[in-house]
């Protein structure tokens, strides 16, 4: 059996999408019971991915709250890996004080991922950032936005770098400078940090294909057959021959097609069950593409990989059989792409 990459869970599903105009968060407390509860043939969960936001995490706690919370975790028999920072109160594309509070956010998520490194139980992960401004905001002025967003997200990775930490910005249709598989690699380039590197999730990715915020940078034809493999093999090879080389943190998930948001959040890939019928990709041979280099080698860039469920029903994400799934999916992943 191969024993890399961890297998680990996301907790942010429990908020995001979730509030007052949608259904109520799961406490974080479920997501760590759910997680370890999960079981297939003796293999259990190793870790989870955390969103540092309300109402699991208070950013602003003090260094013995994150000891908690560490704690907390260490009871379930879980590690820590990736961490979501709270950048969304400043967006890269607003004022000048937005952009401080953006770095600020980044700062103190190091400060929790410091907390878990000294308590032992963070061996691997990155600061998962986005640039938490819309697509129409960046089109108003490509050039200029591009700057900004370039210069905030290297603030970032220096306030990272003192931290010896990884800043990977998620590639999603939602988010301006980062709503293409172009504009994304654009912007890695222009920041062109040592700490700097993509987020691959493998529903989001998918939607890259169709241009959805950027008709322009569209791989697959119009109308397009999904049941037509060889192009949307080719399709896949593509996106991921342009941004597998700055990958360093990876979801594993599955995509209907389609564009989803719930609450809050804005319309972006679809998150379906690990057993989705709909599903478009072939998850485990789609993984692949994530994980091995063009030669078909494995790249191990990360050694831990995790399962994004965003914006599921309550009613699907309380079910233990959903998390028995999905784990069921990840083993798959790495018994095709893993190693020991």
Not at 59 to 88: H, M
Not at 95 to 117: A, I, L, P, Q
Not at 119 to 147: C, E, L, Y
């Amino acid at each position: 059996m191969n024993s890399y990459p961890k297998l680990h869970n996301a907790t942010w599903p429990g908020i995001v999408g979730k509030g007052p105009d949608s259904e109520p968060p799961i406490p974080f407390d479920k997501m760590l019971e759910m997680t370890a509860a999960a079981e297939v043939d003796g293999v259990k969960f190793d870790g989870v991915d955390l969103g540092l936001l309300d109402p699991h995490v208070n950013i602003e706690g003090s260094t013995d709250d994150f000891k908690r919370i560490a704690e907390k975790i260490s009871g379930y028999g879980l590690n820590v890996g990736s961490l979501v920072a709270p950048i969304w109160s400043g967006p890269t594309l607003g004022s000048n004080d937005d952009r401080k509070t953006f770095v600020e956010m980044v700062r103190k998520s190091c400060e929790f991922g410091k907390v878990m490194r000294e308590f032992g139980i963070r061996p691997s992960g990155v600061i998962r950032i986005d640039t938490a401004s819309s697509p129409d905001d960046w089109s108003k002025d490509p050039v200029n936005n591009s700057k900004l967003i370039t210069k905030t997200f290297q603030e970032a990775c220096d306030v990272a770098a003192d931290y010896d930490e990884k800043l990977a910005a998620e590639g999603e249709i939602c988010w301006g400078g980062m709503h293409s598989w172009k504009t994304m690699v654009e912007t890695l380039e222009a920041v062109d940090r040592p700490n700097m590197g993509f987020q691959a999730d493998m529903a989001h990715t998918l939607l890259y294909l169709l241009g959805y915020n950027k008709p322009e940078d569209r791989i697959l034809p119009e109308n397009f057959d999904w049941n037509d493999r060889e192009t949307l093999n080719a399709g896949l090879k593509k996106i991921t021959d342009a941004l597998r080389p700055w990958t360093i943190d990876f979801h594993v998930a599955q995509n209907d097609g389609t564009v989803h948001g719930t609450g809050s959040h804005d319309k972006t890939g679809r998150h379906c069950q690990a057993t989705d019928p709909n599903g478009k990709l072939d998850v485990v041979h789609d993984a692949g593409y994530w994980l091995r280099d063009e030669n078909g080698d494995l790249t191990k860039a990360f050694k831990h990989i995790c399962w994004d469920g965003c914006m599921f029903d309550n009613a699907v994400m309380t079910q233990q059989k959903t998390w028995n799934d999905i784990l069921a999916m990840l083993i798959k992943v790495r018994d095709a792409h893993g190693w020991s």
